[in-house]
């Protein structure tokens, strides 16, 4: 049974780091859209696996070989079920979601022709806008953008007058790493379904806030990274529907994919392994179960009202700073706040309050088409997790003041 | 004798050992008495993928039972089949849909029988539960 | 000061795994091959980054971004250096050998021309075969293949006849995973050169035994994976020169590979940033430099030597064997022994033995060519560590002889 | 004075802040006192790359000497390079490409001033070192 109340003291206890002091000062870490971090839970995965279980999987008759097998196979099934897809084969480990969107990007090569049209939106991750304009120019087809309002939301009405027979493929995020809009992405997939074209959703900053559903999106392709979710580094989650997935070709050649080799010709292993060439990141898909274990252990609902209210404090907030600037004022986003203050530099603010152990993001984000938008270089971002609390946003606020002090 | 009877034979008969190695000798002795498969059926179609040795299986329809022949080249894999054979072979193909399959945990083979990816044991299972699955819909 | 005596006692307490009991006995980890075990001081890096350090890199302004940030390019410096690379830039991390692989062999689709000739081994890891076929398939490039003799190692004057100009690109691996043959490949390189191709070789068998100097090979790419060299899962190494390296095409789409992104045009980072998009495994490399000091402090000159006493001792027990086979018996091999008995499956040998705690490999090893060569379904392989012992292989030896038993 | 003379005279007035508040605040007064460079020469060619913050450098050689004139869009950026440019400019080129850059650790910049990507500190030092190179060859 969960329990219901939301115990922070013990929830932080669950994150060793947390407890870090930097330059002298208790760290403050408000930069969780970059990565989260990570529950003693799943370090402690990763210690037992190199100590009791690390072994080569699917190639060894082995005991380690098997158990490590089994391990691996287990996280799979448990991301499944999470995601509540129909089959443990539509779930394919990659690297990260850079690695995942490339890989499906990859597959569409032989799917486009000249002319062909695929559909972005403004409010893109690099990752989820670059391998498709290397796509283009290997193909020819054309890239469309789903333009953006001065809330930080994308403009349906423009969308739905994109869309047409020539458009094969729509690639939109889930949530905004920029600025935390969240998309209507069940709108976004349907509409685009009625042109028969196929969507992914980059959901790298909504896996860690709710639940998804792949079935009720009727989601053709989902995607995210174990490191954003309070896993390890270098994991990264495909969700693909087994009907796409067949379709698209493998991208990396290698051991585990294939079926026969010869010099002459080669057959593909089946479904999910097809997918994963090579020895893959085993303790990381493992320790990635255990985050996922770590995080529905607490509910997804409670990390969601937690961070609303997070959001909500600090929003308010940091509304009280003179010439604030906040980008993107969605009704609907998650836990993180994008702003400027006057004509300061994001930068010189960052400088000083890491000075105060506060930990957030400054510049790009990896999104310049959104900078571009609004016309700045870049933003102060802070990013929240439900671990985090109102004291924090407290010091930030104070640090801010300090900062704004010292640069006018 | 009902594929649960036979299974539950099999278990106490697996339970009458001491140790792996009296087991795996029964295993062994079951793989040389395997129902041969003929040749004309031991072909690139009737292989079972997924296991780290070779193993093909053939099911017939006679009397609206279905029976099972295989082999390998291995000679534990043989044994194994020839174990799912006799739980399997020789019932009707609703039978052998329903069936449950924990007796292999039962037995400990899915602990000692390591097998490589997608496990072959499973795979085998699959493609008893397919053959049954075919034959009932024809 | 390094100590000269081998001290196994001491150097096997470094390992936690290699105290496991399997099905109650002692576990005999003899499939180093496939993936090596990981030291205490690895595993423990991995901890302390999670519980001190974690933090997106390169991206951020804040203080624990910078110190990971740090660590990570370090460790790229430590790589550097032991494979005496002349810049940094020239050291790229992937996910593994099989992702290295792919990257370099992506980046010769706009070099190759239909008709142009590439040049593998017959004595390849597949993942040094399936992505040069899928380059095949793109370019119509026609693959020749250098065959290989009883012995199991290449015939080097059959080398010379495929080199021609029209050869463009030669991949071989050092160490051949199935046989553990040395291949000679400063020779195969300095050929391959005389006619201007460019050289891949494959070192995921050769990094864990010895020394690689890339500037006195003089090779043009050279990867492997740490996972091989006592290092974690899911990072590999791809070291490649930077003139090459300038040449070929970033192979993934991302953040972090980036310098400018809009929607009409894209301009690529500088190396070695251009091949690393995404959110790279940065626990994991970090961890593979602190295996790498590992391997280093022990000294690879006494690794060698105690592999190489292992090896002897090994192969002359085995060949008391009544009808052994060993597969590959070049008077140049590493600690690995390919073998049959008489006309046993190799499957039974492994799975009976492995009730004894023995771990080793049964099967192709992912090298079907070499297993069609010698007109087998696989082999038993055993691939031994310098944390290995004479025990062990007593221990192996009485096992097999159980089996043979049981199974004649 | 010579580089290193100058340097020293840094390292000491950076020695006498008691804690990091003091040295923003002069880092940030000295952003604001620095050369402006002319803004013609405020070009793309002349942005080093590497740092969060935009940053232009140009150098002139007059008299054998370079000068070196800067500008930041972020204030600490601009007081960082303006601590460079008082070490080395109005120098020669080969006093600039011989001159050590170690006080930039002393005086805690690195510590405290943390970059983005390959580090924008280092990409500011290797470009004035660059642009002595340049003038040294022609
Ligand atoms: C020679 C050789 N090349 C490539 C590989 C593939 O390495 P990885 O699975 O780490 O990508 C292996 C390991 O299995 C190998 O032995
Ligand atoms: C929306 C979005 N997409 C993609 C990515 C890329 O993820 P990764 O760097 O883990 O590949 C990120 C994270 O930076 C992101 O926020």
Redesign the pocket.
């Known amino acids: 049974m969960k329990n219901t109340a939301f115990n922070i003291t013990s929830i932080r206890n669950d994150f060793p780091i947390l407890n870090l002091k930097v330059n002298g000062k208790q760290l403050v870490y408000l930069d969780n859209a970059a990565t989260t971090q990570t529950p003693k839970v799943v370090i402690d995965s990763i210690v037992s696996y190199y100590s009791k279980l690390n072994a ?1 999987i699917h190639r060894g008759a082995h005991y380690l070989s098997q158990k490590a097998t089994e391990a691996y196979e287990d996280a799979r099934k448990k991301f499944q079920k999470h995601l509540n897809a129909q089959s443990s084969n539509e779930i394919i480990f990659t690297s990260g979601t850079t690695h995942s969107i490339n890989l499906v990007a990859n597959g569409f090569i032989n799917l486009l022709n000249s002319g062909d049209e695929i559909i972005v939106s403004h409010l893109e991750h690099h990752s989820n806008i670059v391998p498709w304009q290397m796509l283009c120019k290997k193909t020819g087809a054309i890239m469309r953008v789903i333009p953006m309002n001065e809330k930080g939301e994308l403009i349906f009405s423009e969308y739905e007058k994109l869309l047409s027979n020539k458009t094969k493929v729509v690639f939109v995020n889930h949530v905004s790493n920029a600025l935390g809009t969240i998309n209507p992405i069940k709108e976004i997939i349907s509409k685009a379904h009625e042109f028969g074209a196929a969507v992914l959703i980059d959901g790298a900053q909504a896996l860690p806030h709710f639940k998804i559903d792949v079935i009720d999106l009727d989601v053709d392709f989902y995607v995210g990274s174990a490191h954003k979710i309070y896993g390890p580094t270098g994991v990264g989650i495909l969700y693909g529907k087994e009907k796409w997935l067949n379709k698209i070709p493998p991208y990396q050649g ?3 994919m294939i079926d026969e080799v010869t010099f002459e010709k080669t057959t593909y292993a089946k479904l999910p392994n097809k997918f994963e ?3 893959p990141n085993i303790a990381g898909v493992i320790a990635s179960a255990v985050a996922l274990d770590y995080i529905n252990k607490i509910g997804l609902e409670k990390i969601e009202k937690r961070e609303a209210e997070l959001l909500d404090y600090a929003t308010k907030k940091l509304l009280e700073i003179d010439e604030i600037k906040i980008y993107g004022d969605s009704s609907n986003k998650t836990s993180v706040i994008s702003f400027n203050i006057g004509s300061i530099h994001p930068y010189d603010i960052g400088s000083i309050i890491d000075n105060e152990g506060i930990a957030v993001r400054t510049g790009h984000h990896c999104a310049q088409p959104i900078m571009d938008y609004f016309n700045i270089s870049g933003t102060i971002r802070i990013s929240m997790s439900f671990y985090n609390t109102i004291e924090e946003i407290d010091s930030l606020i104070n640090s801010i003041m300090v900062a704004k002090k010292m640069l006018s | 004798m009902t594929i649960e009877q036979i299974q539950n034979e099999i278990i106490s008969e697996f339970d009458m050992f001491n140790d792996w190695t009296e087991k795996y000798e029964y295993i062994i002795d079951l793989g040389k008495s395997l129902p041969v498969i003929k040749t004309q059926y031991k072909t690139q179609e009737n292989i079972i993928r997924g296991c780290q040795s070779k193993v093909w299986l053939y099911a017939e329809n006679i009397d609206n039972k279905l029976i099972f022949t295989a082999d390998s080249d291995a000679i534990i894999t043989k044994g194994i089949i020839a174990i799912l054979i006799r739980a399997f072979s020789n019932q009707s193909a609703e039978e052998i849909i329903n069936a449950k399959t924990d007796f292999v945990e039962k037995i400990g083979l899915k602990e000692h029988l390591s097998q490589t990816r997608a496990n072959g044991l499973s795979s085998m299972i699959k493609q008893i539960k397919l053959y049954a699955v075919a034959y009932s819909t024809k």
């Open positions: 080569n290698g051991g585990e060439a090579g020895t």
